[in-house]
């Protein structure tokens, strides 16, 4: 069907086997999350709740909590930069970089690396950037965009992998078996982990108290990142930072769950500092970039509470919209409900290209239900959609009937009892005749019900006219 | 809202909502029936249009305004007014305070807010019916109708149907999910919407039942509409419906 929204043009284009992977895993994740929360807790409704609470309280006062976050992280031996964009964190990364006279990084998951574009800056400017998460690191071999926060590669089948792999000459042939896939991939990326000089790594959380840094994956690699390197960067957004490590405990107890069903991911490490005199191993410098990227404007704005955000892709995976149209089909490195929330925002003074995104949504509510830190999703939406109209953002509105005509229609009750007598004419037009946009595309594979404009009304004075006789 | 804030009481008003006005006036009827029913006097102000939630979805929040203000207008906040949809209710509910959170008349749009009540769970939580009378014979499946998050809505409805002697009510997968109407959403997205539909239905209808029931008629317009045009219609009825059809058989006995 035709259509003038770009995210329900993808949805209707999208190869039925990436829907079919997109829908098989957003389900099997939705189930294992409900699950895992339903085995550890009575109630984890309120859990949500509290973690919702915890991050609205930091981000309430963030500057305090930042402030210690960072005398915390000195007084452990690291240093600490503030990055205001994309393009001064890439700067900062290489400055740190070409002071250790290093030009190989590796790098463990990070969405907020994927938010500055990190690996294309420093491939410009002659450095290797190795993506060491499996999924991540396939990404980079194919060019592609990630098309999930958890789950990157989750619109790729095996044997694409196989065949990226072939291409890439990693190992000796073409082979689709998982097993081997991960293999090739294992001694592939030993070899980096070695020739590598600095090692990055995002970053959950981060507590005000202690400086300690939470870090989750499923495959070790995070720590095999920073271990052999001499050089370990963290690069954080500021809205990571919990007030205690206490705090951290709650938060880390609901992401591996409302991501994957885990109960925890495989590894979790906390790192507080560079390697102390008395440890054996481990890096020797330590750099904590916290990156703003628009953040501190979010803070300011009617939509701070997207700063909750822990990143675990629940909402993606119980959102209809998102199933039907895979990541990729929200054109920003974050998508789904979140997605939809934040990479407007994030886009800056290019907000009006992706004020369409907010649309995407039929404001079911599903993502604000299994949300770990309860935010007001479909509010936020709104509030997006009411900007955009104030605004007279044209790729909003298309295709979005007018309302001006119909709110004056229902604040006249003369009006709209006229209308509901002449409504009667739908019954003998066709639908499809009918040359308004709207109509048609309802028309199309829907059927309206009969008319019965004003049935009930007269019925209603009929049966009161019945009862006081 | 605590329910001790909410207005309650026998003396009620009807908003039959836009789509019953046009489309579903034997829902509004079966409502009228219900609420006599339990004891209620119903009155239905002849200025009533619709709840503004088409305009506040859309984004346009300046239409909204001006549809919700005669709504309030329209309908005494002294009584309670009770609704046969979750969606309006909780345009009602919520909406409400979002599109005039910067208004100067906010207060008494939150006056009025508090004395709107969707069916079921003015029949459960306002007035405390706890079974309910009559017999139905149908295996039903109820959609969840998504815009009762958050409300007593979906969880009274199934306390009343489940206490009718002859209903069965059965359970299905992906009861979590939308059924893609999301009001203007269905036509700006009109792949995505239908797309939801078609599975809705095959989820809906996995065990066959007699009966698909829901709490709000724009899910069931948009539903029905597909299965129509699919050539294999629904059996479809709002729980309205089936609570007044359950009171008819009762009275045949």
Redesign the interface.
């Known amino acids: 069907?035709?259509?003038?929204?770009p995210?329900?043009?993808f949805?209707?284009d999208l190869p039925r086997e990436v829907r079919e992977s997109v829908y098989v895993s957003s389900?099997a994740k939705?189930d294992k999350r409900l699950d895992s929360l339903n085995q550890s807790y009575t109630a984890p409704d309120s859990i949500r709740k509290l973690a919702g609470q915890i991050k609205q309280h930091t981000l309430e006062n963030l500057p305090t909590y930042l402030g210690s976050a960072v005398e915390q992280l000195e007084k452990n031996g690291a240093k600490v930069h503030f990055a205001k964009d994309g393009q001064e964190a890439n700067e900062t990364i290489l400055e740190i970089m070409r002071g250790v006279g290093a030009t190989k990084l590796i790098k463990s998951k990070s969405m907020v690396s994927e938010e500055i574009h990190l690996n294309p800056f420093l491939e410009k400017h002659g450095c290797e950037s190795i993506e060491s998460d499996l999924g991540e690191f396939i990404v980079q071999l194919d060019n592609d965009m990630p098309s999930h926060i958890v789950t990157p590669i989750v619109h790729k089948n095996r044997k694409q992998i196989a065949t990226t792999f072939q291409k890439a000459g990693i190992g000796e042939d073409y082979n689709d078996d998982p097993q081997t896939i991960t293999r090739r991939a294992r001694s592939f990326l030993r070899q980096k982990y070695i020739e590598a000089e600095v090692g990055l790594t995002g970053g959950n959380f981060v507590s005000a108290e202690s400086g300690r840094i939470a870090l989750v994956t499923n495959e070790g690699n995070a720590r095999f990142s920073i271990s052999a390197n001499k050089t370990h960067i963290a690069l954080i957004g500021i809205e990571k930072v919990v007030p205690s490590d206490k705090d951290m405990a709650v938060l880390l107890n609901l992401l591996a769950r409302s991501a994957t069903g885990q109960q925890l991911t495989v590894y979790t490490q906390f790192i507080n500092g560079p390697k102390a005199a008395k440890q054996p191993d481990g890096p020797e410098n330590m750099h904590v970039i916290f990156l703003d990227n628009e953040r501190s404007n979010i803070l300011g704005s009617e939509f701070k509470e997207i700063l909750r955000c822990i990143r675990c892709g629940a909402c993606l995976n119980?959102c209809?919209?998102y199933r039907?149209?895979s990541g990729h089909a929200y054109r920003a490195v974050y998508p789904g409900p979140v997605g939809a929330v934040l990479s407007p925002l994030l886009a800056g003074k290019k907000y009006p290209d992706y004020a369409d995104l907010p649309?995407?949504?039929?404001?079911?509510?599903?993502c604000?239900?299994v949300c770990p830190v309860d935010i007001p999703l479909p509010?936020l939406l709104?509030?997006?959609?009411?900007?955009?109209?104030q605004e007279g953002i044209k790729k909003?509105?298309?295709?979005?009937?007018?309302?001006?005509g119909?709110?004056?229609?229902?604040?006249s009750?003369a009006m709209?009892k006229t209308s509901?007598r002449a409504?009667k004419a739908m019954d003998y037009i066709s639908l499809n005749l009918i040359p308004v946009?709207?109509v048609q595309?309802?028309a199309?594979?829907?059927?309206?019900?009969?008319?019965?404009?004003?049935?009930?009304?007269q019925?209603?004075k009929e049966?009161k006219r019945n009862k006081e006789a | 809202m605590s329910q001790t804030e909410r207005t309650t009481g026998t003396q009620v008003q009807l908003m039959m909502t836009c789509l019953c006005d046009t489309f579903f006036d034997s829902v509004a009827q079966a409502t009228v029936e219900v609420l006599e029913h339990v004891g209620c006097n119903v009155e239905v102000p002849e200025a009533q249009t619709c709840c503004g939630q088409p305009a506040f979805n859309s984004g346009d929040w300046d239409s909204t305004r001006k549809v919700v203000r005669h709504t309030c207008k329209t309908f005494d906040a002294r009584k309670p007014t009770i609704l046969p949809s979750g969606s309006c209710a909780h345009m009602v509910a919520h909406g409400y305070d979002l599109a005039f959170e910067k208004e100067d008349d906010l207060g008494e749009v939150q006056t009025f807010s508090k004395s709107v009540w969707e069916l079921c769970d003015f029949l459960v939580n306002g007035l405390g019916v706890e079974r309910w009378p009559g017999r139905f014979d149908a295996k039903i499946s109820l959609h969840r109708s998504c815009h009762t998050r958050g409300t007593q809505t979906y969880q009274s409805a199934v306390k009343l149907l489940s206490s009718i002697e002859g209903v069965e009510l059965v359970e299905f997968d992906e009861s979590e999910q939308c059924c893609g109407f999301g009001g203007t959403f269905s036509v700006a997205y009109p792949n995505t919407s239908v797309s939801m539909g078609k599975l809705k239905i095959e989820m809906l209808t996995a065990s066959k039942p007699d009966i698909v029931g829901a709490v709000d008629m724009a899910c069931m317009m948009h539903l029905s509409g597909i299965a129509q045009k699919q050539g294999r219609p629904l059996n479809k009825l709002h729980v309205a419906e089936i609570l007044m059809k359950a009171l008819r058989n009762g009275q045949k006995q």
């Open positions: 069907m035709k259509t003038k929204q995210i329900d043009a949805a209707r389900k939705y119980v209809p919209i039907q149209s649309k995407a949504s039929s404001l079911c509510g599903a604000n239900e509010e709104l509030r997006h959609r009411n900007k955009a109209k909003a509105s298309a295709g979005t009937p007018s309302m001006a119909w709110s004056v229609l229902c604040s009750p709209w509901l409504g946009p709207a595309a309802w199309k594979e829907r059927t309206l019900p009969p008319f019965r404009g004003g049935k009930f009304r019925w209603f049966h």
